[in-house]
C-alpha cells in the first residue's frame, strides 16, 4: 500500500540540542531509495508502506549505534486508493 507518512524521530536524554543525532537519522533516509523531504518538525516520506516501517526501523537502529538508549517516534500515515497521489500532487491541490 502506498503512502505518505509523517515521521518524527527525537532522541531522548542526549541534551537540549539534538541536531548531530537528526543529522544521523537524514543520512539513513537520504541513503534509501525512498522520496522524503525534511521540514522544521520531521520528515514527510512517501512509498509503500513496508518500506517506510523498514526505514523507520534502520533510523532507530541507527541511533541505537551511536549510543542513543532512549527514542520516540510518531508517525502518521495518508492514502488513498481511488489514484495515485504523490507529495508534490497534494501540496499543488492546495497551493
Known amino acids: 500500500m502506498k503512502v505518505v507518512a509523517d515521521l518524527c524521530i527525537v532522541p531522548m536524554g542526549v541534551g ?17 531509495p525512498l522520496n522524503a523531504e525534511m521540514h522544521a518538525n ?24 551511536i549510543g542513543v538508549q532512549r527514542v520516540f517516534i510518531t508517525m502518521a500515515f495518508s492514502s488513498r486508493r481511488d489514484k495515485d497521489q504523490s507529495m508534490a500532487d497534494k501540496l499543488k491541490a492546495v497551493l
Open 42 to 65: 520531521g520528515t514527510n516520506i512517501e512509498g509503500e508502506l513496508s518500506d517506510i516501517c523498514a526505514l523507520i526501523e534502520a533510523c532507530e537502529a541507527r541511533l541505537s549505534e
Open 16 to 32: 537540549p540540542s539534538v541536531s548531530p543525532y537528526v543529522k544521523e537519522i537524514k543520512a539513513v533516509i537520504d541513503a534509501s
